[in-house]
């Protein structure tokens, strides 16, 4: 029995991310027909809630600036970091990743999307074959949501605008340290009277994911004269597949069910399965959770990957996510944010149930994440001194010297506070010997700017999240002024990274390495490029995007930088 269809275009994409708006763009400019699918009411995903960054070595905007990086050093990097874990990071999808990248920067740019370099922003393995710590990031500039016109209060917020600043993702590093550093304290000085201009002028500038989305929105909105092919509130329900060959959808679209048939093809762009209890606790291995502390966006719940794999799609590393340490206390306000960036900063250690020190603390998100379930560290403490208090610690006022812990946290007990590290080791049920010896031996090196144990500091990824104005090492110091606190820390992550394999042309495979006809995937409802790391800020969503770019030149039957 053949479908009835109710709407014809030539590319449908499921999920307005990073990915999805990218391939709409492309696809239009192909002279292509896409339509753009999002469940949500807003428009963005996993990209509008994030900082927005896009990693891509030797992209357009190192070369305009003339700093030194090469495709080969891209190569070799993604080699040394990744390493050999099979199809999902191939040889060609690498190869593909960085020329069809730098392809789509320039594209992007002819777009009217403006972007700027994160400078000094450096790879999470800088000291890693082709590592490069100029850094190898670009985000979107402050972007006026009332050029949006009805689609303006559209964008889905970033997780940065709790912060109450017009600030740029690369600047936030710097404001958290206003106070302790010249360089910090004229960023802050910047971000502080653009925000007040904008006020001032009743514009709502959009920066980090937001801008980035927006930006593309817009271009979107230009290239179908004045219309955006996006749907929102829209949900894809199920694949149609004809004569061994996906050729259209059934998605429900206020609760009304609606056939789309699409004559090049579907790109699954919606993202994993964060928030979906039952498959993180049947996919999630040696590192098991059921996705109760991601903070991944709301419409992170896996049916989109589930259609592909009814269809009997390839998979792989469902059990990855991309994990990020984080302090959970509730109601805590900006107090509680101070303790989230603990790791990066001196006067702070974590620590196992043992009472010891697991892992390079300032290393990538990912890394510590993974380290935490390897060395059975879930959760966590950190411990920090009264030091870490008086120099990082925000309250209302972030201008107010007099820094504290409120009350409130440490009565819910939420913060563990005592004179000693052995007290402060019984009150939290770790050996009170081991901890202090932790303690002690950490202390010893730390006050030389040295850690023997697990190379903190020793990175410019860690000095450049670090504070610029604490030495001899910006990433770490000792734990030597009483009281000592502690509080827990869970493996949190804003995502999962597994899902079904694809080609270098963002086809998806099936159990026999055959490429679904009519199926293309990207970004996280994919098994990353990245694999088992993350090589750099924005590298997700640097895969979502250049692989939503492939798969709509694909789509289109035109080349790419990357095709041989």
């Known amino acids: 029995m053949s479908t009835r269809w109710d709407r014809c275009v030539d590319l449908l994409i499921a999920g307005s991310g990073g990915g999805g708006m990218v391939a709409a763009l492309a696809a239009l400019d192909c002279g292509l027909e896409p339509l753009i699918v999002e469940k949500q009411s807003l428009v963005g995903g996993s990209t509008g809630l994030s900082g927005g960054i896009v990693w891509l070595p030797n992209n357009p905007l190192m070369r305009a600036e003339g700093v030194a990086d090469s495709h080969e050093d891209g190569m070799a990097y993604l080699a040394d970091v990744v390493g050999d874990i099979g199809a999902p990071s191939s040889l060609e999808r690498r190869e593909m990743f960085l020329s069809a990248g730098y392809e789509m920067i320039t594209f992007l740019q002819r777009k009217g999307v403006r972007l700027i370099r994160c400078a000094g922003w450096s790879d999470y393995y800088p000291n890693h074959k082709g590592g490069n710590a100029s850094g190898r990031a670009v985000e979107g500039v402050p972007f006026d949501a009332a050029q949006l016109g009805s689609w303006s209060d559209k964008v889905q917020p970033p997780l940065a605008r709790n912060y109450g600043y017009v600030v740029l993702t690369n600047e936030l590093r710097f404001i958290q340290y206003f106070n302790r550093a010249p360089r910090a304290f004229a960023v802050a000085a910047k971000v502080f009277l653009r925000t007040a201009a904008a006020r001032v002028r009743r514009r709502r500038l959009l920066t980090n994911g937001a801008s980035l989305i927006a930006q593309m929105l817009k271009a979107l909105i230009e290239l179908g004269d004045g219309q955006a092919p996006l749907w929102t509130d829209t949900a894809l329900e199920d694949l149609v597949v004809e004569e061994g060959r996906v050729v259209g959808a ?27 209890q039952e498959m993180r606790r049947r996919y999630s291995g040696d590192q098991p959770n059921e996705g109760q502390w991601s903070i991944a966006n709301a419409g992170d719940t896996g049916e989109v990957l589930q259609t592909a794999m009814r269809l009997g799609a390839k998979t792989d590393l469902l059990d990855e996510a991309w994990w990020l340490p984080s302090v959970f206390i509730a109601n805590g306000g900006a107090a509680a944010a101070s303790l989230g960036s603990g790791r990066q900063r001196p ?3 974590y620590v196992d149930s043992t009472g010891r020190r697991f892992c390079n603390e300032s290393n990538s998100y990912v890394e510590v994440g993974k380290a935490m379930y390897a060395n059975k560290a879930v959760p966590c403490w950190m411990i920090f001194d009264e030091g870490y208090v008086r120099r990082y610690v925000v309250t209302t006022n972030p201008f107010n010297r007099n820094r504290h812990l409120p009350p409130a946290l440490l009565d819910s007990g939420a913060v563990k506070r005592e004179d000693t590290v052995a007290d402060l080791a019984r009150q939290i049920g770790v050996p009170a010997e081991e901890l202090t010896r932790t303690v002690q031996r950490f202390n010893r090196f730390a006050a030389k700017g040295l850690d023997p144990d697990f190379g903190r500091g020793q990175s410019a990824y860690n000095d450049c999240l670090g504070d610029p104005g604490y030495r001899p090492n910006a990433a770490l110091g000792p734990l030597e002024r009483a009281p000592y606190y502690a509080t827990r820390v869970l493996p949190a992550d804003v995502g999962t990274c597994g899902g079904v394999v ?26 990353t490029v990245m694999g088992r790391t993350y090589p750099g800020a924005g590298a997700s969503i640097a895969g979502s995007m250049v692989f939503g770019y492939v798969a709509a030149r694909h789509a289109a039957g035109r080349k790419v930088a990357g095709d041989h």
């Open 250 to 276: 059934r998605v429900i679209r206020g609760g009304v069910p609606v056939n789309i048939r699409a004559r090049r093809g579907i790109l699954l762009a919606a993202g994993g399965f964060g928030h979906n």
């Open 347 to 349: 006067g702070a250690i």
């Open 502 to 527: 694809t080609n270098e042309h963002a086809q998806v495979l099936d159990q026999h390495d055959r490429v679904i006809d009519g199926l293309y995937a990207t970004g996280n409802t994919t098994a």
